[in-house]
């Protein structure tokens, strides 16, 4: 069975950067399309981007748009998100999803069905 896990959270200062990183193990990570989700403290859980199978196609959420970027690589089993010019309101933890489903124009959390424990994101000065 197919398990997720996530690395690269931490503590930075507003406008900075953070990879965070996604590695799989167990089936072959191309069956899957790959996404970041996010919950800040008393709000819901959103989707932040998402990645085809072969890596063809990105989503990105607005508030995504021109700061992160997401990629893959599967010969790695790996998923990055490279998030740059990061504000207070990007505070969550990040979470790694995956799905069977292709890509989609909306990302919902329900199409996924296997995640990581995530990883805390804090942005502060």
């Known amino acids: 069975q197919l398990q997720v896990a996530e690395s690269g959270g931490g503590l930075v200062q507003p406008g900075g950067s953070l990879r965070l990183s996604c590695g799989t193990s167990?089936?072959?990570?191309?069956?899957?399309?790959v996404g970041w989700f996010r919950q800040a403290p008393g709000k819901e859980l959103e989707g932040v981007s998402s990645?085809?199978?072969?890596?063809?196609?990105?989503y990105y959420a607005n508030f995504a748009k021109g700061r992160f970027t997401i990629s893959r690589d599967n010969a790695k089993n790996t998923v990055t998100l490279q998030m740059n010019s990061l504000k207070p309101e990007d505070t969550a933890v990040y979470y790694c999803?995956?799905?069977?489903?292709?890509?989609?124009?909306?990302?919902?959390?329900?199409?996924?069905?296997?995640w990581g424990h995530g990883t805390q994101v804090t942005v502060s000065s």
């Open positions: 999803a995956a799905s069977l489903d292709s890509l989609k124009i909306k990302m919902f959390p329900a199409d996924f069905g296997t």
């Open positions: 990645i085809s199978r072969s890596g063809d196609m990105t």
């Open positions: 167990g089936f072959p990570f191309d069956y899957y399309t």
